[in-house]
């Protein structure tokens, strides 16, 4: 029988394991994992809370908070609007993937001024814009998107539950200049709707930002698991991908 290592295992079974994690990250050809964010932070600013990985790029300092683990994005009097930076992505697509709710309102939403709340940004460019719109039917909300537009330029067919939280997946075609939306999605051939077609190539994108405004209902939108990357497979999860040292005994 092999010896135990101080850890417990055979050695052996550290050759499987670390051939495995080698096999996952470089073996699988997908695209490269550009940010993760958990919001695991004590409650308060984010900006403040998360060591100045958000940072504040206009509105109020410090109103866009963190509680619970979620990033609370409020419309209304806060006006606080924050990015998380990336490496700049300059042609073919990128893709953040984010678990949203909306909390209830009492009644569904309802009002023609709607504003977005995500999106990608580069300086004041601001694209793949995911709005918050009122349902089609008999829900709650739904919600919409836009490629750079300040209404929301497709809308999701089917309507949403406040207090439900939905996974969210904007893609920003860069070369072409349009933005998608899936909700809720497994695989890329799932439903989605495209914002405008602009024709391209579009704007730069160096990070991701949450967005406080007036709307007309001054809704209050929960964020979480935030994943940012090259490839429409790495954000419907969110897991971060580490490369983390190891030795083999």
Not at 79 to 99: K, L
Not at 198 to 226: I, Y
């Amino acid at each position: 029988m092999p010896a135990l290592t101080p850890g417990g295992d055979p050695p052996i079974r550290k050759y499987v394991l670390v051939a495995v994690a080698l096999v996952f990250v470089v073996g699988t050809g997908h695209a490269a994992q550009l940010g993760f964010d958990n919001f695991d932070y004590a409650d308060g600013s984010l900006v403040v809370n998360s060591a100045r990985v958000w940072a504040n790029h206009s509105g109020t300092a410090d109103d866009l908070l963190v509680a619970s683990g979620q990033a609370v994005v409020q419309h209304g009097a806060p006006s606080e609007d924050a990015n998380y930076a990336f490496t700049s992505q300059t042609a073919g697509s990128v893709y953040f993937g984010i678990d949203f709710s909306v909390d209830n309102l009492g009644a569904p939403y309802s009002g023609t001024d709607d504003e977005y709340f995500a999106s990608f940004r580069d300086g004041f460019a601001l694209n793949g814009r995911l709005y918050i719109v009122e349902p089609g039917a008999s829900g709650d909300y739904t919600v919409g998107i836009a490629t750079t537009g300040g209404t929301a330029e497709a809308v999701w067919a089917t309507d949403l539950t406040f207090g439900t939280t939905y996974r969210a997946i904007v893609r920003y075609d860069i070369d072409n200049d349009q933005a998608e939306l899936w909700i809720d999605a497994a695989t890329l051939a799932d439903t989605s709707i495209l914002g405008a077609a602009l024709g391209g190539p579009g704007d730069n994108v160096s990070s991701f930002a949450l967005r406080q405004s007036d709307s007309s209902e001054n809704e209050t939108v929960r964020v979480d698991n935030l994943v940012i990357a090259g490839g429409f497979d790495e954000v419907v999860v969110a897991v971060p991908v580490e490369l983390q040292s190891f030795s083999i005994e």
